[in-house]
């Protein structure tokens, strides 16, 4: 294997992809499986390339006047120059090129280099008038406003002009990508996609020793607000709680309980049921397909309890079995995730997730590797993030308010468990109503299935999301018509913040050009994608964010001040957004470079505005 000619903090002149432009580019790596160095550009965006795209600047400047001299001795080329209208008379060595995108070249060199993918924008009259594009007409001046790089053209031979506008998109992003075409009658040429995945150096949840913590910590955390809260007084002066023998974790009955919910889920999933809908674009450009039929299954679970608590089925089993079934869900969601790893020391390196391979075993079972494991049409990860878990949330609160009337001898559910029921309720009935928004999501988009995902959608949420349910079992608290009243109302506000703003970006991922998101203001990026800064996106960063927080607050106030458990899944919920924003903004930096620190400093605030 050849050694690498440039070195990691060499600074060089780095070719811009789909173009003949290069830029001072700072070297941040070189993977020796694939060839391609890690550059930076001085606006913080950052590319792969490979060597032949890249020259030192002492060579490109004496390349770039020996071209210069060989043109002023030709008056046949500088006339012709001077009769394009494309051409600027200007015959310096070289000149700051102030175009926002590089145009295509028709030259057969090129097709051999180009590490993007230019996708022909199919733009009509109504679409320039969008707001979503009105940046295009000043592409020119933005550029040249954001981007401090040095941006010197090479003199090459000229060129057809360009018949059309074209979207740049990152190469990281895309993938393994085409080639732009040389000739009208060559065929594409597809780059063949690196053998192994590079080991990837950035790392969140603590890097390694993390995963380890992690692994430990998370089983942990769950079994002991079980025990928590099965106390009478479950005041934190009483921690720890007791542990009880070894033999009361384990009941069959829970775990065939358990087995027969995921299948009957799955059942309901693989139906020819509901809207197919498509994923984002994978790196190979592929959209895979979904069943979106989440409210089908949770309308039909709800009939099927139904039909049971007639016939007679006691529900409470649920409440006085918690811990049992909590130890069969976690049995199932670590054999999952063995699986999971397993499958995925086969993956191709272009599906696995970004954050997929980083060297470390635990690291990587507890991350996930793989971007989309299926089983042919199954996709196991978007079934375990809208399915068991989060129905078998309501189904588990549910069965709280059943228990609470059992134990307290009421003729039905007190106010505060009605309250927390109908609360939770909703905001999983939203969800599936709304399963296709879901697809854009971090989760979906670039977390890999592991560990973190399977014991987070199978144990986490229906086991510590139900904690107010099954405090207010044994520990009721009255309200007042007006206090039920005032939580209603925060209700009702933060599940319109929180529909609102995802409604908004859903659309607006999807479809930038929409008509009907004309009014939607945004700044462009040098991947061609757009932030958007106005709507309740240009109130704070983060506005879906809020609108879960007040609705976290509004079902937590039923359980009252007494104690500090019920308020668990308020303080987590926090500690939940704030890390999840300090890596949407690590990345978001990386990404868009210049754009981002722009975005930034237009809507100043994260989740709440004038606080953070």
Same mark, same amino acid.
């Given at each position: 294997?050849?050694?690498?000619?440039?070195?990691?903090?060499?600074?060089?002149?780095?070719?811009?992809?789909?173009?003949?432009?290069?830029?001072?580019?700072?070297?941040?790596?070189?993977?020796?499986?694939?060839?391609?160095?890690?550059?930076?550009?001085?606006?913080?965006?950052?590319?792969?390339?490979?060597?032949?795209?890249?020259?030192?600047?002492?060579?490109?400047?004496?390349?770039?006047?020996?071209?210069?001299?060989?043109?002023?001795?030709?008056?046949?080329?500088?006339?012709?120059?001077?009769?394009?209208?494309?051409?600027?008379?200007?015959?310096?060595?070289?000149?700051?090129?102030?175009?926002?995108?590089?145009?295509?070249?028709?030259?057969?060199?090129?097709?051999?280099?180009?590490?993007?993918?230019?996708?022909?924008?199919?733009?009509?009259?109504?679409?320039?008038?969008?707001?979503?594009?009105?940046?295009?007409?000043?592409?020119?001046?933005?550029?040249?406003?954001?981007?401090?790089?040095?941006?010197?053209?090479?003199?090459?031979?000229?060129?057809?002009?360009?018949?059309?506008?074209?979207?740049?998109?990152?190469?990281?992003?895309?993938?393994?990508?085409?080639?732009?075409?040389?000739?009208?009658?060559?065929?594409?040429?597809?780059?063949?996609?690196?053998?192994?995945?590079?080991?990837?150096?950035?790392?969140?949840?603590?890097?390694?020793?993390?995963?380890?913590?992690?692994?430990?910590?998370?089983?942990?955390?769950?079994?002991?607000?079980?025990?928590?809260?099965?106390?009478?007084?479950?005041?934190?002066?009483?921690?720890?709680?007791?542990?009880?023998?070894?033999?009361?974790?384990?009941?069959?009955?829970?775990?065939?309980?358990?087995?027969?919910?995921?299948?009957?889920?799955?059942?309901?999933?693989?139906?020819?049921?509901?809207?197919?809908?498509?994923?984002?674009?994978?790196?190979?450009?592929?959209?895979?397909?979904?069943?979106?039929?989440?409210?089908?299954?949770?309308?039909?679970?709800?009939?099927?309890?139904?039909?049971?608590?007639?016939?007679?089925?006691?529900?409470?089993?649920?409440?006085?079995?918690?811990?049992?079934?909590?130890?069969?869900?976690?049995?199932?969601?670590?054999?999952?995730?063995?699986?999971?790893?397993?499958?995925?020391?086969?993956?191709?390196?272009?599906?696995?997730?970004?954050?997929?391979?980083?060297?470390?075993?635990?690291?990587?079972?507890?991350?996930?590797?793989?971007?989309?494991?299926? +089983?042919?049409?199954?996709?196991?990860?978007?079934?375990?993030?809208?399915?068991?878990?989060?129905?078998?949330?309501?189904? +588990?609160?549910?069965?709280?308010?059943?228990?609470?009337?059992?134990?307290?001898?009421?003729?039905?559910?007190?106010?505060?468990?009605?309250?927390?029921?109908?609360?939770?309720?909703?905001?999983?009935?939203?969800?599936?109503?709304?399963?296709?928004?879901?697809?854009?999501?971090?989760?979906?988009?670039?977390?890999?299935?592991?560990?973190?995902?399977?014991?987070?959608?199978?144990?986490?949420?229906?086991?510590?999301?139900?904690?107010?349910?099954?405090?207010?079992?044994?520990?009721?608290?009255?309200?007042?018509?007006?206090?039920?009243?005032?939580?209603?109302?925060?209700?009702?506000?933060?599940?319109? +913040?929180?529909?609102?703003?995802?409604?908004?970006?859903?659309?607006?991922?999807?479809?930038?050009?929409?008509?009907?998101?004309?009014?939607?203001?945004?700044?462009?990026?040098?991947?061609?994608?757009?932030?958007?800064?106005?709507?309740?996106?240009?109130?704070?960063?983060?506005?879906?964010?809020?609108?879960?927080?007040?609705?976290?607050?509004?079902?937590?106030?039923?359980?009252?001040?007494?104690?500090?458990?019920?308020?668990?899944?308020?303080?987590?919920?926090?500690?939940?957004?704030?890390?999840?924003?300090?890596?949407?903004?690590?990345?978001?930096?990386?990404?868009?470079?210049?754009?981002?620190?722009?975005?930034?400093?237009?809507?100043?605030?994260?989740?709440?505005?004038?606080?953070?």
């Amino acid at each position: 294997m050849p050694a690498a000619k440039f070195q990691k903090g060499d600074q060089v002149m780095g070719r811009w992809p789909g173009s003949n432009l290069y830029y001072e580019v700072k070297v941040l790596g070189y993977d020796l499986e694939s060839g391609y160095y890690t550059v930076i550009y001085k606006d913080g965006t950052e590319l792969e390339l490979r060597e032949q795209d890249m020259k030192s600047p002492t060579t490109f400047q004496l390349r770039s006047r020996s071209r210069s001299r060989s043109r002023s001795r030709s008056p046949g080329r500088r006339s012709s120059r001077s009769r394009s209208p494309a051409r600027t008379t200007r015959r310096s060595t070289s000149r700051v090129v102030t175009e926002s995108a590089p145009q295509p070249r028709k030259d057969k060199k090129l097709n051999d280099s180009v590490q993007v993918k230019l996708t022909p924008l199919q733009v009509t009259k109504k679409v320039e008038n969008n707001s979503n594009n009105k940046h295009e007409k000043n592409e020119e001046k933005q550029t040249e406003e954001n981007n401090t790089a040095s941006k010197v053209k090479e003199p090459e031979p000229e060129a057809e002009k360009n018949q059309g506008r074209y979207n740049l998109r990152r190469r990281k992003d895309d993938g393994d990508s085409k080639s732009v075409e040389a000739k009208p009658e060559e065929k594409e040429v597809k780059l063949a996609p690196a053998s192994v995945a590079p080991v990837c150096s950035s790392l969140d949840f603590g890097g390694k020793l993390g995963a380890y913590f992690f692994l430990l910590f998370l089983p942990a955390w769950v079994l002991f607000l079980v025990l928590q809260g099965n106390l009478a007084d479950p005041s934190l002066v009483n921690f720890p709680p007791p542990l009880p023998p070894l033999e009361a974790f384990w009941d069959p009955q829970a775990l065939g309980f358990v087995v027969l919910w995921i299948l009957f889920q799955a059942l309901l999933y693989v139906l020819p049921v509901g809207k197919l809908s498509e994923g984002m674009p994978l790196k190979s450009g592929e959209r895979l397909k979904y069943r979106t039929n989440g409210f089908f299954a949770i309308v039909v679970t709800a009939a099927a309890v139904a039909a049971a608590v007639h016939q007679g089925v006691d529900l409470t089993y649920i409440h006085s079995n918690f811990l049992q079934l909590a130890t069969a869900t976690f049995l199932i969601s670590v054999v999952l995730s063995v699986y999971l790893y397993i499958r995925s020391r086969n993956t191709p390196a272009d599906q696995r997730a970004l954050g997929g391979n980083s060297g470390s075993l635990a690291y990587d079972f507890f991350k996930g590797r793989e971007l989309n494991p299926r +089983i042919k049409n199954f996709d196991l990860k978007f079934f375990c993030e809208m399915r068991p878990g989060l129905i078998g949330w309501c189904l +588990i609160n549910f069965a709280m308010a059943r228990a609470e009337m059992k134990l307290q001898g009421l003729d039905m559910p007190s106010h505060a468990m009605i309250l927390v029921n109908a609360f939770q309720l909703l905001y999983v009935v939203d969800g599936l109503w709304n399963e296709e928004a879901i697809l854009t999501t971090m989760d979906l988009m670039h977390d890999g299935f592991g560990f973190m995902l399977a014991f987070g959608d199978l144990v986490w949420v229906p086991f510590t999301y139900t904690l107010q349910a099954y405090y207010l079992v044994s520990h009721p608290n009255l309200l007042s018509p007006a206090a039920v009243a005032s939580i209603v109302l925060l209700k009702l506000v933060g599940f319109y +913040i929180f529909r609102k703003s995802n409604s908004e970006k859903n659309s607006f991922r999807r479809n930038p050009s929409d008509p009907q998101l004309a009014y939607l203001k945004t700044i462009p990026t040098a991947t061609g994608k757009s932030l958007l800064v106005s709507g309740w996106w240009g109130v704070v960063r983060h506005p879906n964010y809020l609108g879960d927080l007040i609705m976290a607050l509004a079902w937590t106030l039923p359980c009252g001040f007494s104690h500090l458990l019920p308020w668990y899944y308020m303080i987590y919920f926090i500690i939940l957004l704030v890390h999840r924003d300090s890596r949407d903004m690590k990345e978001c930096r990386r990404k868009y470079g210049s754009a981002w620190e722009e975005y930034c400093r237009t809507v100043r605030y994260r989740i709440i505005p004038r606080v953070y």
